[in-house]
C-alpha cells in the first residue's frame, strides 16, 4: 500500500482533529500506511520524532476535541529552500509521497510550491548523496491535498471551512450569555467577533442573535453611518427594548477603509445616546473548545475524501482541495482556489468591495 502523512499548519480551529481522525483510518482502512507530521511544516523540516507511524488507536476520543493533538506551527525554514530541501529528505527517509495539509492559505501555498519543486529537490539530494537513486525513482512524485480550517470561512472555493460553524456556536453562547445581563441592566454591549477580513462569522452570529446591528469588512457603511446607528437603537429604545446587541467583525471598515474599532462605536452610542455600553472582545474563545456536530461531520467527510484524492491521484493530476458544494464534498483546484482568497483579500485592500463580494460568491 501508499504511505500517507497528515499535518496542520498556520491557526488552529475546532475540527481539525475529526479531520485527522478520518484520514487516519480511511487510510489505514484502505491499506495505506499512515504518518502524522507534528508541528506542521516544522515537524517536517525536523523529522525524526516528529514523524510518527499512527495506528487505528493514536486517534481515538479526539473527534471532538478543538485545536490539534499534532500541534501546529509557523515555519520561516520552510519557506525558504534549505528548509524544504530537508523536509524532502525527511519524507523520502519515511517513504511518504503523499500528503494531506490542512491550514489556511498560506499553507496550502507552501504545500503546493513543494509539489512543484519536489522533482528538483530529490535530483539535489541525489547530487549530493543524501538520497539513493531507487529512491528517486521510487517517490518522483508528491501528490498533496488541501483541507482547510478556519474560523473564518474566509476561502474560496467551499461553502463552509472546518472550524466556522464551531466557532459561530462559541459567539452565540456569548451573545446569549451577554444579553441576560444586558437586560438587567439596561445596556447596550458592542461584541467584536473574529474572522479577519470575512464578515461571515459577524453577520451569521448576527443573523441567529437578534442583534441590532451587524458591521462586517465587505459592507463599510455610508458617512454619517453614527446618525442611523443611533437612530435605530433610540427607536428601538423608545418601543420598549431594554437592552442592544451591536456585532462588529474584527476587520470592519469604513468607506475609506479605515478601521472601526468597537471602543469608537461604544463611544458614539454612549455619549450620543446616554446609554450605559460595553465592550466585549470575544477573542480566542471564539477558536476554542469542542467542535460542533457539523464540524465532527464536515471534517470526517472531508478527511475521507481527501484520502480517496490522493490515492485516486495520477503524476499529472492538480493538487485539488477538498471542498463543500451545497452538500456535497467534492474538490477544486487548489492554486486557482487560493488565487482567488488572495484576489478577494486584493480587492478589500484596494477598497474594491464590489470585486470583493463578487469573487467571493462565485465560489
Ligand atoms: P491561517 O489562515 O490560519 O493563518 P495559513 O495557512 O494561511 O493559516 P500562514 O501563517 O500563512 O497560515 O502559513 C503557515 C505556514 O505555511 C507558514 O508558517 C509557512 O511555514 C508555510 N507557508 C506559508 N506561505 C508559504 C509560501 N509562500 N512558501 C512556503 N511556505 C509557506
Known amino acids: 500500500g501508499s504511505s500517507l502523512a497528515v499535518f496542520t499548519s498556520g491557526g488552529d480551529a475546532q475540527g481539525m482533529n475529526a479531520a485527522l481522525r478520518a484520514i487516519v483510518r480511511m487510510g489505514i482502512y484502505l491499506g495505506c500506511k499512515v504518518y502524522l507530521i507534528y508541528e506542521g511544516y516544522q515537524g517536517m523540516v525536523d523529522g525524526g520524532k516528529n514523524i510518527q507511524l499512527a495506528n487505528w488507536y493514536s486517534v481515538s476520543g479526539i473527534i471532538g476535541a478543538g485545536g490539534t493533538i499534532i500541534g501546529s506551527a509557523r515555519c520561516m525554514d520552510f519557506k525558504e529552500r534549505p528548509g524544504r530541501l530537508k523536509a ?6 519515511f517513504g511518504i509521497n503523499n500528503l494531506v495539509c490542512i491550514g489556511g492559505d498560506g499553507s496550502l501555498t507552501g504545500a503546493n510550491l513543494f509539489k512543484e519543486e519536489w522533482s528538483s529537490l530529490l535530483q539535489e539530494l541525489l547530487e549530493t548523496d543524501q538520497i539513493t537513486a531507487e529512491e528517486r525513482e521510487k517517490y518522483s512524485f508528491l501528490n498533496i491535498v488541501g483541507l482547510v480550517g478556519s474560523i473564518d470561512n ?3 472555493g467551499t461553502d463552509m471551512t472546518i472550524g466556522a460553524d464551531s466557532a459561530l456556536h462559541r459567539i452565540i453562547e456569548a451573545v446569549d450569555a451577554i444579553v441576560t445581563t444586558a437586560f438587567s441592566h439596561q445596556r447596550c454591549f458592542v461584541m ?9 462569522l459577524a453577520l451569521a452570529a448576527g443573523l441567529a442573535s437578534d442583534a441590532d446591528w451587524i458591521m462586517i469588512p465587505e459592507n463599510p457603511p455610508e458617512k454619517g453611518w453614527e446618525d442611523k446607528l443611533c437612530k435605530r437603537l433610540a427607536v428601538q429604545r423608545e418601543s420598549g427594548h431594554r437592552l ?3 456585532l462588529i467583525a ?6 475609506d477603509g479605515n478601521p472601526i474599532k468597537s ?8 455619549n450620543r445616546l446616554k446609554i450605559d455600553t460595553r465592550v466585549t472582545v470575544l477573542g480566542h474563545v471564539q477558536r476554542g473548545g469542542s467542535a460542533s456536530a457539523f464540524d465532527r461531520v464536515l471534517a470526517t467527510r472531508m478527511g475521507a475524501e481527501a484520502v480517496l484524492a490522493l490515492l485516486n491521484a495520477t503524476p499529472d493530476s492538480e493538487p485539488v482541495v477538498v471542498s463543500l458544494n451545497g ?3 467534492c474538490h477544486v483546484p487548489l492554486m486557482e482556489s487560493v ?6 483579500a486584493k480587492a478589500m485592500a484596494d477598497k474594491d468591495f464590489q470585486r470583493a463580494v463578487e469573487l467571493r460568491g462565485s465560489s
Not at 524532502?88 to 527517509?93: C, D, F, P, T
Not at 474584527?250 to 468607506?255: F, K, L, S, Y
Not at 471602543?263 to 454612549?270: G, S
Not at 488565487?339 to 478577494?344: G, L, N, R, S
Open 88 to 93: 524532502a529528505k525527511n519524507l523520502v527517509k
Open 263 to 270: 471602543d469608537y462605536v461604544k463611544d458614539i452610542i454612549k
Open 327 to 329: 452538500n456535497v464534498t
Open 339 to 344: 488565487e482567488k482568497t488572495k484576489a478577494v
Open 192 to 200: 467584536e467577533v473574529m474572522g479577519r477580513h470575512c464578515g461571515y
Open 154 to 156: 474566509d476561502f474560496c
Open 250 to 255: 474584527e476587520g470592519a471598515i469604513d468607506r
Open 244 to 246: 442592544n446587541i451591536v
